[in-house]
């Protein structure tokens, strides 16, 4: 333990002692006990325990956003989130949210446990699950000419770990009505939790014929990455650094047969599934060292099953032509059907987190992104 969190000893109970027993918690429970003493209130509310707390396996959840035709009305979809109670999924028993703070049309994350809820991009929250702590965002609005639209928004959300504040970077990519085509650079906004308030950022030149392929990132180690698609259906990985607010662009591994998957997280290292839809069988890249190497092949399977992410120790989610929500162990072989049923779904492994994202004072006058086709650096 860090010697740096302090606390007080209880009696005849050694502080580390008392450390390790409330860092065993759930957050709903360590919540509860910031009334026994001022000491442990101090202790939970330090940000080195709060990181410390969150990186415990037996935090990590199964959240679950699915997506249903309603039984009255076939031409209705409808939509919830539930998730699974058991960290170790041997039992497969949920707890469906049925009051969600707002039914985002997308929902990114997870970062140290807090989610991020859009409704466009001038409607963004950020979500503690766990806490029910919902914080709404100031308005974000792009400044855009004439014959301009906004194609895609794609959101990042992650720890800068120099400063130790929470981000979150916004992406619109454009496109120009009068040619149906998309402009060569990409509108930027970064928003800081401790200053509760949005900044511009410099247009970042990504090439003709780029479109974000889920709005969705995944966040590691301070930085954030997309999958992205451009032109003949290459595949390439945009990264943004958190920390020095540096965008970069790397070549995909795979090759264009291969139908591109989700990025996720391998071992702590990004990954990549794609799948090889003639043989019916998946690859999963992981990026050590700035080099790609294919960690593992998978299958044949039955059919070609849509590959929606990772489990803990590399399990593969995956979602069935019929609906049916999958889990395919690589190492025992095994395909376990977790239960659900929908149109289609999208899985989060979160872990509790004891973050506050309450807002202090009032919230601020929303903020216009500026138009930067003058600013691109040019090449």
């Not at 009068?178 to 949005?198: G, P």
């Not at 392929?213 to 958190?242: K, P, Q």
């Amino acid at each position: 333990m860090e010697r740096d969190i302090m606390v007080e000893s209880n009696g005849d109970l050694p502080a580390d002692v008392m450390i390790e027993m409330l860092l065993r918690l759930p957050v709903i429970s360590i919540i509860r006990y910031r009334c026994v003493c001022k000491s442990w209130y101090t202790l939970t509310k330090n940000p080195k325990f709060i990181h410390r707390h969150q990186q415990r396996d037996h935090n990590t959840r199964l959240l679950v956003y699915c997506t249903f035709e309603d039984e009255n009305n076939r031409n209705l979809e409808m939509s919830y989130f539930t998730f699974f109670l058991d960290e170790t999924l041997t039992d497969l028993s949920t707890k469906r949210l049925d009051d969600p703070p707002i039914m985002p049309v997308a929902f990114v994350g997870p970062c140290e446990g807090i989610f991020c809820l859009m409704n466009g991009n001038k409607y963004i929250s950020l979500w503690n699950l766990v806490t029910q702590e919902l914080r709404r965002l100031p308005k974000c609005r792009a400044s855009l000419p004439p014959y301009t639209t906004i194609h895609n928004s794609s959101v990042g959300f992650g720890l800068d770990l120099v400063s130790n504040d929470y981000k979150l970077v916004l992406i619109l990519t454009l496109l120009d009505t009068r040619i149906d085509f998309y402009y060569d650079f990409s509108h930027i906004a970064v928003y800081n939790l401790s200053t509760d308030s949005w900044r511009g950022f410099k247009g970042f030149k990504l090439g003709r014929d780029y479109t974000c392929g889920r709005i969705d990132s995944t966040y590691l180690s301070g930085v954030c990455y997309w999958l992205a698609r451009e032109e003949g259906d290459n595949h390439v990985i945009i990264s943004f650094n958190m920390s020095d607010e540096t965008i970069q662009a790397m070549k995909s591994p795979c090759t264009r047969e291969l139908t591109h998957g989700p990025l996720g997280l391998y071992d702590n290292s990004l990954s990549l599934i794609a799948l090889d839809e003639i043989k019916k069988c998946y690859h999963l890249w992981v990026l050590k060292e700035k080099c790609w190497i294919k960690q593992l092949t998978v299958g044949p399977f039955i059919e070609a099953y849509n590959s929606l992410g990772l489990w803990k120790n590399g399990e593969i989610f995956l979602e069935s032509s019929a609906g049916k929500l999958l889990l395919y162990d690589p190492n025992t072989e095994e395909m376990r059907d977790l239960g659900l049923r929908g149109l289609w779904f999208y899985v989060h492994c979160f872990k509790e987190s004891l973050l506050s994202i309450k807002r202090e004072g009032r919230l601020l006058e929303a903020f216009d992104i500026p138009w930067h086709i003058l600013g691109v650096e040019q090449q």
